[in-house]
């Protein structure tokens, strides 16, 4: 994988391709959201003896540490990464805070928030708070993370974490002078 040595501290974009309940989801949140991806990831660096990245990921299960390689299966996934230029003592702060999540459930009712937002903001133009919490959503996890590090700060302090989507996140990310595209799988 090129760049393999810069990919630590990267911030993922994904589109789950497949069909099921995972791909029905995943058009669903692009749907609402009017985004190019539907899911978000940070990559938390490799452990000794494993030569693929990990990711730290709010998936269906909760959070969660992954495999990066999983994101290879081009018949599955479609992804960017960008990676902040920011030390490395940034980067543990922000990983350290990924792992701090882990074994938090996923927030399904969240998701359900999400067309409550999305109603009223279609219906009355006006932006809403999500209401509906509990558990963390994988946009949710990815804010923490980039607020941890401080890139972008003023512009992610002002998402609010219950009703960040991936696209906001990719409008902040994908335009920062702090960071830059890494890699891009399966263009469209």
């Not at 599955?76 to 350290?96: C, H, M, V, W």
């Amino acid at each position: 994988m090129e760049h393999s040595n810069n990919i630590r501290g990267a911030i993922g974009f994904s589109y789950y391709k497949k069909g099921g309940f995972f791909g029905l989801l995943a058009r669903a949140i692009r749907f609402f959201t009017h985004g190019k991806w539907s899911h978000t990831f940070t990559v938390i660096g490799r452990l000794e003896g494993i030569g693929t990245p990990l990711v730290s990921e709010a998936d269906e299960f909760g959070v969660n540490i992954n495999l990066f390689s999983k994101y290879l299966d081009t018949g599955t996934y479609n992804f960017e990464l960008y990676a902040p230029q920011i030390s490395d003592l940034k980067k543990d702060i922000g990983i350290q805070e990924c792992l701090a999540l882990e074994g938090k459930t996923y927030g399904y009712f969240q998701l359900l928030g999400f067309i409550i937002v999305w109603l009223v903001k279609k219906l009355t133009g006006k932006s809403i708070k999500n209401p509906i919490g509990g558990g963390i959503i994988c946009s949710e996890e990815v804010l923490r993370y980039c607020l941890a590090v401080g890139i972008e700060e003023e512009k992610f302090k002002q998402l609010d974490a219950d009703t960040t989507s991936p696209k906001e996140l990719y409008q902040i990310i994908s335009t920062s002078p702090e960071s830059f595209k890494l890699i891009r799988k399966q263009p469209e």
